[in-house]
């Protein structure tokens, strides 16, 4: 058996991509993918000038391959020596609630040559290289702004050799709590630089971690932090606060809020295009927003309107995933086939395609022709006829969405 191939088709056939089916396959996405090489080739240079270089979306239909593209990129972005998360916004990380999305975004770090995620990183961090050294200088520079607990842990990591401190450390540095007592206790033990500890709400500290993670990773020596967003149109499922929320998340993330960069790290979050239409056209979230919320969230306002601007009319920061062509499908049906044949150790039936009715998306495709290939090489006198129906995602508001899956989200670390 053909484990390799025959586990790319198990995850074609579930219409769920995988390192090994997005590796085989590839995508005839290019205009997207010479976008994102581009903007690989600048981060660095955006970075030590102290700046986030702006990401982008990309929009297109259920089943059009946003997800399989957004696997590509990440090997694309693993590739060239850049950390990589992989988030969909869902229940457990939605975007009105950054903390838990960073907490998502450090379980689904993967990185280049290393197998593990920060865990692994901290490890390998070296204080005797020079992209360790920059990165300690501006984390400890106060020009630079970085919370106190960020600069306390990051010097503490480095003096000490204790597993049991540095895993409390690093547990930190992945989103989880910190006892203040104990670090405050434990830097006085050590001599270290006096330093202004206080408690900080969880929430709070969401995008201090993404800024300080991606100048960890570059500490590391690698090229930056690649932050995939997936499914973002689930935003549309929210109460109208936790979706003016979630347009400030975004906004910040993509690097689109003036004076709140996050050097180091960019963003590509993925959309439908009926999302707009939704929340803009039918639920006017642009009039409601400013009109009931001014006053509540007024400080997240810019970044809410940013986010808003973005998702709803941005033609620069939006690049809609091209329409398969009969091009497209043949190579894309050659590709299967021959992983089919590995697979199996059975040849499919040669020729071209059946192609159908534009409406009818990539994944649909490559299901059926997996399926037909099975029942006719189960049973080769069957002749198969297989329907396909499309699928539209629900955009309804779900209040339980927002039940919360942990601990009062408002609490602060404890004392």
Not at 146 to 153: A, E, G, H, I, Y
Not at 223 to 252: H, K
Not at 359 to 387: A, E, G
């Amino acid at each position: 058996m053909n484990v390799k191939e025959r586990r790319t088709i198990e995850a074609l056939r579930a219409g769920v991509p995988n390192r090994d089916a997005v590796s085989q396959l590839g995508t005839d996405q290019k205009t997207i993918e010479r976008r994102v090489v581009d903007a690989l080739s600048q981060i660095g240079a955006e970075s030590r000038k102290g700046r986030q270089l702006p990401g982008f979306l990309i929009s297109g239909d259920f089943g059009s391959g946003k997800s399989h593209l957004l696997e590509w990129l990440q090997h694309v972005a693993l590739d060239q020596r850049f950390a990589c998360s992989k988030v969909v916004i869902s229940k457990e990380s939605p975007l009105s609630h950054p903390h838990r999305v960073f907490r998502t975004a450090m379980h689904s770090l993967k990185v280049p040559s290393v197998v593990g995620g920060i865990e692994e990183v901290a490890l390998h961090l070296d204080p005797n290289t020079q992209s360790y050294a920059e990165m300690y200088m501006r984390v400890q520079d106060p020009k630079m702004s970085f919370d106190p607990l960020f600069q306390s842990t990051l010097w503490l990591h480095e003096k000490v050799k204790d597993e049991e401190t540095r895993n409390q450390i690093v547990s930190f540095w992945r989103g989880e709590r910190l006892d203040l007592g104990w670090l405050r206790r434990t830097l006085r033990s050590l001599g270290a630089p006096p330093a202004v500890i206080k408690k900080r709400r969880i929430a709070d500290l969401a995008l201090p971690r993404f800024r300080f993670a991606a100048e960890l990773l570059a500490g590391a020596g690698y090229a930056g932090w690649v932050v995939l967003l997936d499914e973002l149109e689930l935003i549309a499922s929210f109460s109208l606060q936790a979706r003016a929320r979630s347009y400030a998340t975004l906004a910040s993330l993509l690097g689109l809020v003036t004076d709140e960069g996050l050097p180091g790290l960019f963003v590509v979050g993925t959309v439908t295009p009926d999302f707009s239409t939704e929340v803009f056209a039918t639920r006017h979230d642009d009039e409601k927003i400013p009109q009931r919320l001014s006053d509540k969230l007024s400080g997240l306002m810019p970044a809410i309107t940013a986010g808003m601007d973005v998702l709803r009319s941005s033609k620069d920061r939006r690049l809609d995933v091209e329409p398969q062509t009969r091009a497209m499908l043949t190579r894309t049906h050659e590709k299967v086939r021959q992983l089919y044949s590995a697979a199996y150790d059975w040849v499919p039936p040669d020729g071209e395609p059946e192609l159908h009715e534009g409406s009818r998306r990539m994944r649909q495709y490559v299901r059926q022709w997996i399926t037909q290939w099975d029942l006719t090489r189960l049973d080769p006198k069957y002749q198969p006829d297989i329907q396909t129906e499309n699928y539209t995602p629900d955009l309804a508001e779900r209040p339980d969405l927002e039940r919360s899956v942990e601990p009062d989200e408002d609490d602060k670390d404890p004392d």
